[in-house]
């Protein structure tokens, strides 16, 4: 039985307090610059920020932009409005999760998320959700882990894949650019220095 929304809340919700150390020799190593790469790819001056978790991308906000962050685990916001507060970042903060978007249609210049999509029950539904407060010509900008193309590894992350959702309930297996290729946008590319299980997405409304 796959895990519903409210089961990985809990878990986030329970890893909260521990989040940055738990990562932080995976943050240090790789994913910062994939941060920093990502965040550079941001135009437009309204932009959400879905699953913002901890806070870990507040280092890479553009100045000028008028940024808003959401996360369905309350433990991770509160740690993101500890973060906000002692760095002085400016973002609006909200409890709303990427199934079930508040947004108005079109709201936003870019919508971005970084490792998010592996934790979503219904990743496609999620996507939707993205596409719809997107802004015609807007994009939509992920960093995303998703399931290798060699055989070998991609059977291993399957086989570990239920063990690494019951601990922390993220997908290691996912297939995210097929799932944004599913949805109405009218470009999808793959930025060209994505590695085989780390992927760049960058689409296009």
């Known amino acids: ?52 978790g901890t806070g870990k991308n507040f280092d890479y906000y553009p100045k000028d932009a008028r940024i808003t962050g959401i996360d369905f685990s309350e433990k991770m916001l509160s740690e993101a409005r500890r973060k906000r507060d002692r760095k002085q970042v400016k973002v609006e903060l909200d409890l709303m999760d990427v199934q079930s978007l508040s947004f108005a249609d079109n709201s936003f210049d870019t919508v971005i998320a970084s490792f998010v999509f592996c934790s979503v029950p219904s990743p496609i539904k999620g996507l939707r959700e993205l596409y719809r407060v997107c802004k015609p010509g807007g994009q939509v900008l992920l960093l995303e882990h998703v399931l290798s193309s060699k055989p070998m590894i991609a059977d291993a992350m399957n086989l570990l894949n239920p063990i690494v959702v019951g601990l922390v309930g993220a997908n290691i297996n996912r297939q995210t650019v097929k799932n944004v290729q599913a949805c109405p946008f009218s470009s999808v590319r793959v930025d060209e220095d994505s590695s085989d299980i780390i992927k760049l997405i960058e689409a296009r409304k």
């Open 1 to 52: 039985m796959k895990p519903n929304s409210a089961d990985i809340k809990r878990r986030y919700n329970r890893i909260a307090p521990y989040f940055d150390g738990m990562e932080a020799v995976m943050e240090g190593l790789f994913f910062k610059s994939w941060r920093k790469r990502l965040w550079g790819k941001v135009n437009g001056h309204h932009v959400l920020e879905v699953g913002v």
